[in-house]
């Protein structure tokens, strides 16, 4: 099939209904989301992937700001942001969030409502701090949405979460993007191991690790979580993967053993995050502004990981998994020579630059569903 057919293709095949449901809607957590809504969003971005191939440019929102404030660092995200803003004719500008008045105490709903007020959608990476990351994105929503309303501004102004304390929706999506590419025939039946791995670099989100459990167990395949005692997930977030699991014909298990989470695995995906307690202690100590406190706490996480460097990637666990020759996903950057020996990420340098490339089309398929009313026929009368 030619690259434009293919561009046909993808759009005819659409779910225009559920579609159409998302006008309007921003994804601060996938579980907020129906698998109908996750596929079609799913759908969307391969569609917008198959024009981006074919040559097909996609203006659909001229003139228009997106605007993106990283609390965090990135390198991915924040290009995936720029290069799916002008994908769409719209102007990129990401901020250091720390730059902001909220360093000064303005409220997340006030950001909101400033924001809201200057620019067409808004993304946000606020994920180090347990408890504070999706409330921020949720008041800032809550600002915008209160603010068009009072002044009668029609306009969609959509929030991007860029990943926070609980969930990286747009790693998660491009994650099953990949996925849906290498396994056309499903998930389902498939085992996917998210796993803990050792890292010295700093005591890492939980929310890839989150977002993998939760998104992944709605389509019925065999999710494994893998991590050393005390590095726990939240329970929210284990709770959906495990209702999600149920509903979907697939399962969910958490082990502390990291071969047997290898052994037979169709894809692996080992990951470093931080001690769950210490995480925790983050937060009294972040709202304190406590500097001190804090370092003091990242040293203690970096000395725990410590006690787990034989959590790696290599060959030995990789011969372990379905045929020896699991796909092997990594959200990156990853700590090499740590969470994955050199020789198992050189053989996946390009598999996990083509899954990081999925979430230019991620964040495009997010802003133009909720932007757009009519996306489909403004789409066709492109090709
Ligand atoms: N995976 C990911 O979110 O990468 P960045 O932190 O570089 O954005």
Partial sequence: MSPLDNARARLAALDQTTLAGLYRKSMLLTRDWSTDEVTTLADLAATFEAFDRAGVKTPLFPHELNYAAF???????????????????????????????????????????????????????????????????RDSKKGIDDYLAAT????SVPIVNLQCDIDHPTQAMADLCWLRERFPDGLAGRTITMSWAYSPSYAKPLSVAQGIVT???????????????????????????????????????????MDAAFAGADVVYPKSWGPHDLMLERVAANERRDKAALADIEGRALARNRAFTDWICDERRMALTRGGDALYMHCLPADIGDEVTPGVMAKAKVDVSREANKKVY??????????AKDLPQRLAALL
């Fill in 215 to 257: 998104l992944m167990t709605r389509f019925g395949a065999h999710v494994r979580l893998a991590h050393p005692k005390g590095y726990e997930l939240l329970p929210e977030c284990l709770d959906a993967a495990d209702r999600h699991a149920a509903e979907s014909g697939g399962t969910f298990t958490v082990t502390d053993d």
């Fill in 362 to 371: 991620v964040i495009m398929a997010l802003l133009a569903a909720a932007k």
């Fill in 152 to 155: 009668g501004d029609e306009r």
């Fill in 71 to 137: 609390f965090d660092n990135s390198t991915r995200t924040k290009s995936s942001w720029a290069g799916a803003s002008a994908r769409l004719g719209a102007h990129p500008v990401i901020v250091d969030g720390s730059s902001t008045q909220v360093e000064h105490g303005e409220t997340a709903e006030e950001t909101g409502a400033m924001l809201g007020m200057n620019a067409h959608a808004l993304g946000v990476r606020h994920d180090l701090i347990l408890g504070a990351g999706n409330r921020f994105m």
